[in-house]
Nanobody, 123 residues
Framework: QVQLVESGAGVVGPSQTLTLTCSVS??????????WGWLRQPPGEDVEWIGG???????DYSPPLRSRTTISRDTTKNQIFLHLRSVTPQDTGVYYC???????????????WGQGIQVTVSS
């Protein structure tokens, strides 16, 4: 059974880069199929899709965040990475990595989720 665990800094300064790692376990050849997304939930708001990476390595990004976001992976370590540049307090929230059968830009399409990690943008 696939399991996802997010890790990274819990506090990031304004204008800095937020970097998170999603460690994937629970089977061989994990990235041969499926879609691996990053999502977040700001305080008091709904979960929103940030972007994701396909099984072939191609990436997709939410248009409002595209210019600040890079998603990548290390298949040798079964890890997926999120880099969000030039953060502001509006980037504060709980960040999740999740898996879906294919490209999904809404939270409902993801069937396996990590536990989430709180990230606060503050000086």
């Amino acid at each position: 059974q696939v399991q996802l665990v997010e890790s990274g800094a819990g506090v990031v300064g304004p204008s800095q880069t937020l970097t998170l790692t999603c460690s994937v376990s629970g089977g061989a050849f994990i990235f041969v199929s499926g879609y691996w997304g990053w999502l977040r939930q700001p305080p008091g708001e709904d979960v929103e899709w940030i972007g994701g990476i396909r099984f072939d390595g191609d990436t997709d990004y939410s248009p409002p965040l595209r210019s600040r976001t890079t998603i990548s992976r290390d298949t040798t370590k079964n890890q997926i990475f999120l880099h969000l540049r030039s953060v502001t307090p509006q980037d504060t929230g709980v960040y999740y990595c999740a898996r879906a059968p294919g490209l999904r830009t809404v939270p409902d399409g993801y069937d396996v989720w990590g536990q989430g990690i709180q990230v606060t943008v503050s000086s």
